[in-house]
């Protein structure tokens, strides 16, 4: 389907006059390309439908990298920047997380959504002494807490009935209050503070003002540009433009949005590579977009929703394919774009 896809791409932007954005709103395409994962976490040490989220956290000082995961049928589950488990922390059905930098560059505030306590969860992680405490529980009116996005100054958690609240940090109040139709997960928010992009699972992508609140749909659900479920966003900024990354759960890809175009310029999957197995169903994704060690550009890192075993050992064995998390080098998506003419 994809390779047939990027054919019939190729062919049309070859036409005199074409561009992008004259395709119609079922049947919308852009260029198509696959990368390979580069590392992968040890499974998360529930079955089933376990793993959902991350955030990535780095110390400059320290040379050191946390993805902190949500797993959902017990806490959060933190790994290494190669895929090794430091440790987890039992707390209740966490279903999706974010951050902050807090008092010290190895300090992080990580917010999570918790559906056992119906609240949302503070907490300190310190790289340094590689430890993560609960300062705060906010106590929410939701029946089922669920999509978690933060900025500096605000944390805002959704429910499955389309409500959003905003909480500041370092307080009980509650700031915004931001209604949809139905369901969403995903979010994140602009670098500025001032955009907040929110995935509506079965309708598309939305751009909110969050002094104003005033909604604008970016991208819709189609048939294989952005397919339902629009699951796990994040945003990678460089010199060039800021990314709008969303995950395609429903074909099992992921879209790029420019937001200095304001229109989405790629669409891409995860395949297998030597000894790692192709990602499909991702639900959270996160980007970091400043240099890593061993990764000059940054990363990705994706939820995989089914982890099958065809690989190697790399230093720990997956026997019982729990799902798991997927660490891409952004320098390979850098490179498509590049060779796309995006950056």
Not at 273 to 281: N, Q, R, T, Y
Request: net charge negative; with cysteine; proline share 3%.
């Amino acid at each position: 389907m994809f390779r047939s896809l990027a054919t019939m791409v190729t062919a049309a932007l070859s036409l005199p006059g074409c561009a992008l954005q004259n395709k119609t709103e079922e049947f919308q395409t852009v260029p198509y390309f696959e990368v390979a994962a580069d590392f992968e976490t040890e499974p998360v040490l529930d079955p089933d439908d376990s793993a959902d989220d991350i955030a990535v956290a780095f110390s400059m000082e320290l040379e050191k990298t946390w993805i902190i995961g949500t797993n959902k049928r017990r806490g959060l589950e933190i790994y290494d920047i190669n895929g090794k488990r430091i440790m987890n922390i039992d707390r209740g059905r966490l279903n999706n997380v974010d951050l902050r930098r807090g008092s010290h560059e190895h300090i992080f505030e990580v917010a999570a959504s918790n559906r056992t306590l119906k609240s949302l969860d503070i907490f300190e992680a310190n790289l340094e002494t590689e430890t993560i405490t609960l300062v705060n529980s906010i106590s929410l009116d939701y029946e089922d807490p669920y999509g978690v996005c933060a900025s500096d100054s605000i944390v805002f958690v959704g429910d499955k009935k389309g409500n959003l609240q905003g909480w500041g940090w370092d307080s009980q109040s509650l700031d915004y209050e931001i209604q949809f139709n139905s369901q969403t997960e995903g979010c994140v928010i602009s670098k500025d503070g001032e955009t907040l992009f929110v995935g509506e699972e079965n309708v598309g992508i939305w751009s909110v003002d969050i002094e104003s609140g005033l909604k604008k749909q970016l991208l819709p659900i189609s048939r294989n540009l952005l397919v339902a479920d629009v699951e796990g966003l994040t945003i990678f900024e460089n010199e060039e433009d800021s990314y709008l990354i969303a995950s395609s759960q429903g074909d099992n890809s992921f879209v790029i949005y420019s937001l200095n175009r304001n229109e989405p310029i790629a669409k891409f999957r995860i395949s297998s590579g030597i000894d790692l197995d192709p990602v499909s169903e991702t639900d959270g994704i996160d980007a970091f977009s400043t240099a890593l060690p061993g990764y000059r550009s940054g990363i990705l890192v994706v939820q995989d929703g089914v982890n099958t075993n065809e690989k190697r050992d790399r230093g720990f064995r997956n026997t019982n394919e729990n799902q798991n998390f997927k660490i891409i080098a952004w320098s390979k998506i850098e490179k498509e774009l590049s060779e796309m003419g995006f950056n």
